[in-house]
């Protein structure tokens, strides 16, 4: 097996290319296609706080 030519790696390369060519590759149109099925799945949606970076010690 090619480590650059990974069969698994392209599989999901051909299948994000695919997602976006749906939206005509349009990033805005593909977030909120994501944000509609969210609402559909029924699951709760959890939004965390972005955690800071630690200080570091003096």
């Given at each position: 097996?090619?480590?650059f030519?990974?069969?698994?790696v392209e599989e999901v390369?051909?299948?994000r290319q695919r997602h976006s060519a749906r939206f005509?590759?349009?990033l805005n149109a593909i977030v909120a296609d994501m944000r509609k099925r969210?609402?559909?799945m029924g699951r709760p949606v959890?939004?965390?706080?972005?955690?800071?970076?630690m200080?570091?010690?003096s």
């Open positions: 097996m090619n480590m030519k990974d069969p698994i390369r051909a299948a005509n590759h349009d969210q609402q559909h959890v939004s965390l706080t972005p955690k800071r970076p200080k570091k010690a």
